[in-house]
């Protein structure tokens, strides 16, 4: 092999080595930028939005505000609360305020552009109780358990007829409302 050979491939290997820099420089930025829009929409996603991708059946794992943690399958996801089905007892759904959880095992990560549609209603809480008017329910909020019949349902509240009367509570301190979905009238709480 000949000197100018030498220098020839020398020449030869600077730049490869040189293309090789930019273009892993490009890669970084590349990344980089990727990362940043990531990032940024990141910040726009809500809680909400990642539980509302849990697909309907699918079993949750989430913790209550009064300390416990409840373990269900979805039933229906709606824009302030979540209807469960309890997998203790088959015929008892669940409705969760949204305000109520404080944190779920294995949420699911999204993005806006990923999220599925059409999968959670934009029926409130007032509506889905509406339909169970009359029937049997149990409230959990905090260490307070009120078992009756639901017969109000106000913007802010509802009422629930007791052996010691009739009850009125704030939806605000409402952790967990229980009911055997076979005896309502509610659509949202069919299986």
């Known amino acids: 092999m000949n000197n100018d050979d030498a220098k020839h491939r020398e020449i030869e290997r600077l730049w490869e080595e040189a293309a090789g820099r930019v273009q892993s420089d490009e890669d970084i930025d590349v990344l980089l930028e990727a990362r940043g829009l990531m990032v ?11 539980r509302q991708a849990i697909d309907a059946g699918a079993p949750v794992h989430l913790g209550l505000r009064g300390g416990s943690w409840l373990q269900a399958s979805v039933v229906c996801h709606f824009a302030d609360h979540v209807l469960l089905a309890s997998r203790a007892r088959p015929r008892e759904r ?3 305020p949204e305000h109520a ?3 779920f095992v294995d949420l699911p990560r999204v993005l806006h552009a990923e999220m599925p549609t059409g999968n959670a209603k934009d029926e409130s809480w007032q509506s889905t109780l509406r339909g169970l008017l009359g029937h049997g329910i149990t409230i959990e909020m905090g260490s307070v358990i009120l078992a009756g019949q639901l017969s109000w349902v106000g913007r802010d509240h509802l009422t629930v007829d007791t052996e010691r009367g009739s009850i009125t509570c704030m939806w605000r301190a409402v952790d967990v409302l229980r009911f055997d979905y076979r005896t309502s009238s509610s659509d949202s709480a069919s299986p």
């Open 94 to 96: 669940i409705v969760v």
């Open 40 to 50: 940024a929409e990141m910040g726009d996603v809500t809680a909400t939005d990642r």
């Open 101 to 103: 959880i404080i944190g």
